[in-house]
């Protein structure tokens, strides 16, 4: 029982870091924008070691990409499989509209702050991981054709890259006004629009 608390304790303790450093990183971005965001900066503003950061994050593109990635994961009991294509456009779009959320909740200045150009964590030809929603809405997709209720009209490649744009154009346009925009309209309109065309009924179930 010590044993499993002393590990919980320390679990607690790193996660208080990581969000001590994070909470850094963000009145950064904040004040000063991504070009100061350097991990000196961020260590000195979190009041943290140099290995202290480098032993929760590899780098400071890694450090915000942890916090776009950990946002709350949509119950997979909405994911279920549906029984038509307008029930797997529904699911992939309820996948989007929580990420919608998420950055809201981040805030603009944040979130405007991220994607920049320069940030590699959104190169999706380096980074090491692909992102949540993207996997989440891949998977789904993938197993929806399996079962014979959807079939795609371009590879699995294409749809992703093209929900991907899609997404990161209508982030792009909410941070551009400054979180005057329907964000989540118009994220739902240009997502349906593109899943209507991409999307057509499956073969059925086999036998």
């Known amino acids: 029982m010590s044993e499993k608390g002393s590990i919980s304790r320390q679990q607690q303790k790193s996660r208080e870091t990581r969000e001590k450093i994070f909470q850094a990183a963000k009145r950064i971005l904040q004040k000063k924008g991504y070009e100061e ?3 000196k900066n961020i260590c000195e503003e979190a009041g943290v070691s140099n290995g202290s950061f480098y032993h929760h994050f590899k780098t400071k593109d890694d450090l915000l990409s942890y ?11 909405l994911l279920e499989l549906p029984e038509s294509v307008a029930g797997v456009k529904e699911g992939i779009i309820q996948v989007y509209m929580n990420y919608v959320k998420y950055c809201r909740e981040l805030g603009v200045e944040f979130v405007s702050e991220y994607y920049d150009t320069k940030n590699q964590a959104l190169n999706a030809a380096i980074r090491m991981e692909r992102p949540y929603p993207i996997v989440t809405v891949q998977n789904y997709v993938e197993k929806a054709e399996q079962a014979g209720i959807v079939s795609l ?4 490649e294409e749809f992703t890259t093209d929900i991907r744009m899609i997404v990161i ?34 073969a059925g179930l086999p036998g």
């Open 37 to 39: 965001l350097s991990i």
């Open 67 to 77: 916090y776009i990635e950990d946002q709350p994961k949509i119950d997979p009991d």
């Open 153 to 156: 009209n371009v590879g699995i």
């Open 169 to 202: 154009g209508n982030v792009f346009e909410w941070c551009v006004k400054h979180g005057d925009a329907d964000f989540e309209g118009n994220m739902a309109r240009s997502l349906g629009m593109y899943l209507d065309a991409a999307l057509c009924k499956g």
